[in-house]
């Protein structure tokens, strides 16, 4: 099992440029996460699927986030246009049942905007 | 109040030490809870899940008092690599929560 898979690890981009970060969860893992992380807020989760179904995006900061599911494989969470407050690291994580079980974590992508 | 709440810490405790962390959360209906661990530059893993009864996995053990309404970590004999920082997790259906993290320092 390879885990849950982000992409980029590091991305550096300038202000006002748009972000995609993407995801892979677990195969068979039915619900998956967007979390962001700064030393200011800690863990703040954006939004998490069930079923590819967008269930609470009511942590997306504003509507430079966006996240999709276009599959139960992959998913992106995109910024644009991206501001430098959005500097943090991103986690996904994906389990297999929404009430039971722990999460996994992807190794996050730590994002710099300049 | 926050919905779920740890003390930062740091706690920094001798190797061998038992160090004892509490996270308080608000919501009665709460029906998961967990204890993860994170490195510094690191995704949170999975410690252990924490049961009604309360639950032991080697060197740690994991309660929960819902009249109280906090779980608790007891790491006992502690080493050098427990350094990390450790995040509870409390669920309610669909409600998730993450508390800030108590930060644990073992020294030698």
């Known amino acids: 099992d390879a885990g849950v898979i982000q992409s980029p690890r590091h991305e550096v981009t300038e202000m006002g440029q748009e972000v995609t970060l993407r995801c892979k969860p677990i195969?068979?893992?039915?619900?998956l996460f967007w979390y962001r992380q700064t030393m200011m807020r800690g863990l703040e989760l954006l939004i998490y699927f069930n079923n590819n179904v967008p269930i609470d995006d009511s942590g997306m900061p504003e509507d430079r986030f966006s996240a999709k599911m276009p599959n139960a494989s992959f998913s992106t969470l995109k910024i644009q246009p991206s501001e430098p407050r959005d500097s943090a690291v991103y986690f996904c994580?994906?389990?297999?049942?929404?009430?039971?079980?722990?999460?996994?974590f992807g190794s996050g992508t730590r994002l710099t905007v300049v | 109040r926050k919905e779920v709440e740890q003390d930062p810490g740091p706690f920094n405790v001798p190797e061998g030490a038992t160090v004892a962390f509490n996270c308080t959360y608000s919501n009665s209906a709460s029906q998961s809870f967990f204890w993860y661990r994170q490195d510094c530059r690191k995704e949170p893993k999975l410690l252990m899940s924490?049961?009604?009864s309360g639950n032991e996995d080697g060197r740690f053990t994991a309660q929960l008092n819902r009249a109280s309404q906090y779980i608790s970590l007891l790491i006992r004999d502690s080493k050098l690599s427990d350094s990390a920082t450790y995040l509870c997790?409390?669920?309610?259906?669909?409600?998730?929560?993450f508390g800030a993290g108590t930060r644990l320092t073992v020294k030698p």
């Open positions: 924490v049961y009604s």
């Open positions: 994580a994906s389990r297999w049942d929404l009430l039971y079980g722990g999460y996994t």
């Open positions: 195969s068979g893992h039915n619900s």
């Open positions: 997790v409390v669920i309610n259906n669909n409600d998730m929560r």
